[in-house]
T-cell receptor, first 112, second 119 residues
Framework: AQTVTQSQPEMSVQEAETVTLSCTYD???????LFWYKQPPSRQMILVIR??????QNATENRFSVNFQKAAKSFSLKISDSQLGDAAMYFC?????????FGAGTTVTVRA | GAVVSQHPSWVICKSGTSVKIECRSL??????MFWYRQFPKQSLMLMAT?????????EQGVEKDKFLINHASLTLSTLTVTSAHPEDSSFYIC???????????????FGPGTRLLVL
């Protein structure tokens, strides 16, 4: 079974600063997808960013970017210029064979 | 695009009754739908996967007779919690993916979730 580990239960960041969330995963596959989802207090899961494992280039979506290290099985998320609306729980997820495995989540707090 | 709705958003029921939760893809045809359960401040646990017109595939440890899943059309899946008990109280989330359109088959789009409280 594939496992996803998020080692940071909570992270705090000052508004306009940068925060990086870590994620590692365990797999023997070579072709898969990785995702970061955001879950604000409303509990609606929102897709933040996705990465295809066969692509070397790190995905970027506006202020969100990832550092994908395939050999190290690491997939960290960087939030730049943090905004109050970024406060949420962030889940790293691994997809193989259509199923998603989620990490335990990291709660991000943004200080004004 | 890629909007998924759930109804109801909040339900309270008495122990022993059954509750049905609907999950709809509003602007795309969902070839596959997923049902998750989430406890407070915890991660999502996949309960089952359903493809339109076929029986759901349940994850290990999930009682298929308690959690009935139907995926009768490309836009609707339902989860029925039968003979609900207080331990079934949780947050239930559905998601959907599609082989059609340009959304990408690898991505799941989530509904807003349903809070179930069994008294």
């Amino acid at each position: 079974a594939q496992t996803v580990t998020q080692s940071q239960p909570e992270m705090s960041v000052q508004e306009a600063e940068t925060v990086t969330l870590s994620c590692t995963y365990d797999t023997s596959e070579s072709d898969y997808y990785l995702f970061w989802y955001k879950q604000p207090p409303s509990r609606q899961m929102i897709l933040v960013i996705r990465q295809e494992a066969y692509k070397q280039q790190n995905a970027t979506e506006n202020r969100f970017s990832v550092n994908f290290q395939k050999a190290a099985k690491s997939f960290s998320l960087k939030i730049s210029d943090s905004q109050l609306g970024d406060a949420a729980m962030y889940f790293c997820a691994y997809r193989f064979d259509y199923k998603l495995s989620f990490g335990a989540g990291t709660t991000v707090t943004v200080r004004a | 695009g890629a909007v998924v709705s759930q109804h109801p958003s909040w339900v309270i029921c008495k122990s022993g009754t059954s509750v049905k939760i609907e999950c709809r893809s509003l602007d795309f045809q969902a070839t596959t739908m997923f049902w998750y359960r989430q406890f407070p401040k915890q991660s999502l646990m996949l309960m089952a996967t359903s493809n339109e017109g076929s029986k759901a595939t349940y994850e290990q440890g999930v009682e298929k007779d308690k959690f009935l899943i139907n995926h009768a059309s490309l836009t609707l899946s339902t989860l029925t919690v039968t003979s609900a008990h207080p331990e079934d109280s949780s947050f239930y989330i559905c998601s959907a993916s599609t082989i059609y359109s340009g959304l990408g088959t690898e991505t799941q789009y989530f509904g807003p979730g349903t809070r179930l409280l069994v008294l």
